[in-house]
């Protein structure tokens, strides 16, 4: 069992820039998510899919943010043209199936500068 | 809609029990969660509990729930200073994401 697996651990970026970050999910866990933890706070749900379909996404999740899961494995997140309040952890976890235990990643440490 | 709150801050000493307690929001929750986060860390699933039992016990923690009042508590025994660290309570609900509270931050003194 190799956990979830987030990449890159830490991105610095400049304001106005593209960034791109990659979730690994545990092998067969068909439900994959993406939440925000912003310093202090608890982690909130910006969007999830079954396998490779997107079926929610929170209204925190802005025009900027898109996120895809094309062969129902990996799945990225991309943020557009960013800002300093996009400064945050971005934590990747996976379920089996519905009603099954969430497994989080390390997560991604973004710093926008 | 869905809350989850929780108190800020617990400061306890080694070797005696922390208890963290979480109140809800939604009566639809099918499992409620315990997480612990070490500083620039994800997070770890401690334990679980299923929204019809009241009690689950996990070697050194205890999960207590009370639906009524939807009210969730962790008690860890016998506190170690590994266990300082910030944890967050998550409701399951039907849609299956997860709501977490704020986090409590437990400070371990020797």
């Known amino acids: 069992d190799t956990g979830v697996s987030q990449d890159p651990r830490h991105k610095i970026t400049k304001r106005g820039q593209n960034v791109t970050f990659r979730c690994d999910p545990i092998s067969e866990h068909n439900r994959l998510y993406w939440y925000r933890q912003t310093l202090g706070q608890g982690p909130e749900f910006l969007t999830y899919f079954q396998n490779e379909a997107q079926l929610e996404k929170s209204r925190l999740l802005s025009d900027r943010f898109s996120a895809e899961r094309p062969k129902g494995s990996f799945s990225t997140l991309e943020i557009q043209r960013t800002e300093q309040g996009d400064s945050a952890m971005y934590l990747c976890?996976?379920?089996?199936?519905?009603?099954?235990?969430?497994?989080f990643g390390s997560g991604t440490q973004l710093s926008v500068l | 809609g869905e809350d989850v709150e929780q108190s800020l801050f617990l400061s306890v000493r080694e070797g005696d029990s922390s208890v963290i307690n979480c109140t809800y929001t939604?009566?639809?929750?099918?499992?409620l969660y315990w997480y612990k986060q070490e500083p620039g860390a994800g997070l770890q699933l401690l334990t679980y509990?299923?929204?019809?039992?009241d009690m689950k016990q996990d070697q050194r923690l205890t999960v207590l729930l009370n639906k009524k009042d939807k009210h969730l508590s962790l008690r860890i025994a016998d506190t170690q200073t590994g266990d300082s660290a910030i944890y967050f309570c998550a409701e399951q609900a039907a849609g299956n994401k997860l709501t977490f509270g704020g986090g409590t931050r437990v400070l371990v003194k020797p």
């Open positions: 509990i299923f929204s019809n039992m």
């Open positions: 939604d009566s639809s929750s099918t499992y």
């Open positions: 976890a996976s379920s089996a199936s519905v009603g099954e235990k969430l497994f």
